[in-house]
């Protein structure tokens, strides 16, 4: 009965490789986010989705898509990726004032 | 822009010590505070919460009172515990659907 699930928690990869993670909830909350974690654990918001519609979108590089097939899916595809990559992709969804639920993160390395 | 400041970690303590962990904001509006923990090798679960001024979040022995005229929320433990040991967020947003401004973190470490 997670809340919010992300696939996989482990990612190693190639430099100049396309990788995908993905993210579910089962809250029935209509928002949902992702942040990065960089290394100093510093959490910056890269996308957010309400009812599939793209609310926000920090300056991110165009390598980063972020796709929403439903209000409890939000995935997040990355085209050729670099070594600056290498971090920790926090999934979180809302319905309430602020008030975010986290997935389990996924520690993306780049090699 | 807005922004949450956060006092610079580690901080180390012994069982039963009293935990005071500093935060300020600058924002522009009336926003809501939040307090988020992350255990090793997990991810962000809310601690507790403020959405107005003079509010107090509580939970686990933790309290933080949302202090408008000092712009802080500082998180207070009377008597921390090992298991207290995690990085410890203080963040703001404005409503639902806009992003969480997160402080840098602050590590506490409870040794027995």
């Known amino acids: 009965d997670t809340a919010v699930s992300q696939t996989p928690k482990y990612l190693v990869t190639q430099m100049g490789n396309d990788k995908s993670i993905k993210c579910e909830q089962n809250l029935g909350h209509d928002t949902m986010y992702w942040y990065k974690q960089d290394s100093k654990k510093f959490l910056k918001i890269m996308f957010s989705?309400?009812?599939?519609?793209?609310?926000i979108n920090e300056t991110v590089p165009n390598r980063f898509s972020p796709k929403s097939p439903d209000k409890a899916h939000l995935n997040l595809h990355i085209n050729s990726l670099e070594l600056g990559d290498s971090a920790v992709y926090f999934c979180?969804?809302?319905?309430?004032?602020?008030?975010?639920?986290f997935g389990p993160g996924t520690r993306l390395t780049v090699l | 822009g807005d922004s949450v400041t956060q006092m610079e970690g580690p901080v180390t303590l012994s069982e039963e010590a009293f935990l005071t962990i500093n935060c300020t904001y600058t924002a522009t509006g009336y926003p809501s505070l939040f307090w988020y923990v992350q255990y090793p090798g997990e991810g962000l679960q809310l601690l507790l919460k403020a959405t107005k001024a003079d509010d107090k979040g509580s939970n686990k022995g933790f309290e933080a009172t949302y202090r408008k005229e000092t712009t802080s929320f500082h998180l207070e433990k009377g008597s921390v515990q090992v298991s207290d040991s995690a990085v410890y967020f203080c963040?703001?947003?404005?409503?639902?659907?806009?992003?969480?401004?997160f402080g840098k973190g602050t590590t506490l470490s409870v040794s027995s």
């Open positions: 963040a703001l947003t404005y409503q639902a659907g806009t992003a969480l401004i």
């Open positions: 989705y309400n009812n599939k519609e793209l609310i």
């Open positions: 979180a969804s809302s319905l309430q004032r602020g008030e975010q639920f």
